[in-house]
């Protein structure tokens, strides 16, 4: 094998192209964004403030579910 040779990955399959959806409806790296944001927003001393960005919506809802929750 040279430098320049191109290895082709494998093929696409069910198991590696579908997202794993939690029970409550959460795709499995939505939950683990959720749960790293909430780690983070616990990290900033409670005199500061946070503001979180989002195109989406209903991401923005299921934050605020998650931290009503942690509440």
Known sequence: ????????????SDLTQRPARMDDGLEASSAAKIEQLIHLLELTPSTEKSLVFSQFTSFLDKISEKLEENQ
Do not use: I, N
Not at 1 to 12: I, Y
């Open 1 to 12: 094998m040279t430098p320049g040779d191109l290895l082709q990955p494998p093929a696409p």
